[in-house]
T-cell receptor, first 117, second 114 residues
Framework: DTGVSQDPRHKITKRGQNVTFRCDPISEHNRLYWYRQTLGQGPEFLTYFQNEAQLEKSRLLSDRFSAERPKGSFSTLEIQRTEQGDSAMYLC???????????????FGSGTRLTVV | GNSVTQMEGPVTLSEEAFLTINCTYTATGYPSLFWYVQYPGEGLQLLLKATKADDKGSNKGFEATYRKETTSFHLEKGSVQVSDSAVYFCALTTDANTGNQFYFGTGTSLTVIP
């Protein structure tokens, strides 16, 4: 197991185009999280999945954003009609939650850096 | 709500100097506290954590103590090295049942010069 993998590492796109990012979590982890980090700021929570169910979405996740985790394994984050304000690092994290309160091995990926020109 | 406030940067220190990066928090419920480090072009790496009051997290010479009375979790290192140059984020998370998302501070950039 090589940790949380994100693809691509970098993406440059023109304003108005759609982009999709992929995250492969640690295989035994049941939770998967997406964060957005803009320059000079800390990461901000976007959404998370427990297995294949999307359980929470931040108000930062506008209608142009959609995330899926169809089989409870990898996840995709799509941004439609990109805007310059979408330029950021998109981070994925995964963890194993068991017993209601125990959270193990919360691990971040290296991120996908999106630049909208 | 939940939030983290950390010391503004950037911080520049000479090698072997003492480091303190201040972090205070507000939280609903009983949070766990963390320090993450981010090297240029990379993701976040867990540096240390503490899950209850008076716990001390430590790793690679860095330490931080969970102070409930002052709602603080200041990061310290007695003697910094050039390789410690990075951005440091203080963070908290609460009950796993509520989603267990992390709330991060804005980060403090540290540069250590030889």
């Amino acid at each position: 197991d090589t940790g949380v993998s994100q693809d691509p590492r970098h993406k440059i796109t023109k304003r108005g185009q759609n982009v999709t990012f992929r995250c492969d979590p640690i295989s035994e982890h049941n939770r998967l999280y997406w964060y957005r980090q803009t320059l000079g700021q800390g990461p901000e929570f976007l959404t998370y999945f427990q297995n294949e169910a999307q359980l929470e979405k931040s108000r930062l996740l506008s209608d142009r954003f959609s995330a899926e985790r169809p089989k409870g394994s990898f996840s995709t984050l799509e941004i439609q009609r990109t805007e310059q304000g979408d330029s950021a690092m998109y981070l994925c994290a995964s963890s194993l939650v068991a017993g209601g309160f125990a959270n193990y091995g919360y691990t971040f990926g290296s991120g996908t850096r999106l630049t909208v020109v | 709500g939940n939030s983290v406030t950390q010391m503004e940067g950037p911080v520049t220190l000479s090698e072997e100097a003492f480091l303190t990066i201040n972090c205070t928090y507000t939280a609903t419920g009983y949070p766990s506290l963390f320090w993450y480090v981010q090297y240029p072009g990379e993701g976040l790496q867990l540096l240390l954590k503490a899950t209850k009051a008076d716990d001390k997290g430590s790793n690679k010479g860095f330490e931080a103590t969970y102070r409930k009375e002052t709602t603080s979790f200041h990061l310290e290192k007695g003697s910094v090295q050039v390789s410690d140059s990075a951005v440091y984020f203080c963070a908290l998370t609460t009950d796993a049942n509520t989603g267990n998302q992390f709330y991060f501070g804005t980060g403090t950039s540290l540069t250590v010069i030889p």
